[in-house]
């Protein structure tokens, strides 16, 4: 779990996935939180979570907190509010790389949101000592996507013609973590 001002990220489970994927009111219970209506956001759909809970599946509890984290508002007392957004990295780090991806729901867009998120991914990938470099991808059009990645330290490195995004690239000197 890590907390930042406004919201607290919790690593997402198999016991979350499951409850995610079987009824999506579950999930709430389970986080202590109100699920939104525009839940699940943007990329963050079925796929991406039968993804997470294969991989944690194979991997064990242990890695937990290198896939999903679910992103959650708090209330001005400090306790869980709203689901707001997914976030997390695609696997444990790979030759000193991390890749992350975030989507918040629409209701919570343009409020900072996903530059909290990422920069606390970023502390997070940068406390693991092999850890170099963290990777991002965004489609060339999603302009509130890149400006979130270069407000956090990232810089647009290419255009990945494999995926028909750009790519993004930050490391420990470039970084803005929380």
Known sequence: MTTTARLELIAATLAHLEAELQDPPALGALLGVTIPEDWP???YDRDAMVFFRDQLLTAGPEAAGWYGWYAVTLKANGTRDTLVASAGFFGPPEQGSVEIG???VPSARRQ???TEIV???LARA???PSVR???AHTGDGNEASAGVL???GFQRVCFDTDR???RYRCDRATAHPL
């Open 112 to 114: 900072g949101f996903a």
């Open 133 to 135: 470099e963290v990777l």
């Open 102 to 104: 975030y989507s918040v």
């Open 164 to 166: 028909d995004a750009a």
């Open 41 to 43: 956001p943007g990329e």
């Open 126 to 128: 940068f406390r693991e």
């Open 119 to 121: 920069r606390a991914l």
């Open 150 to 152: 270069l407000a956090c």
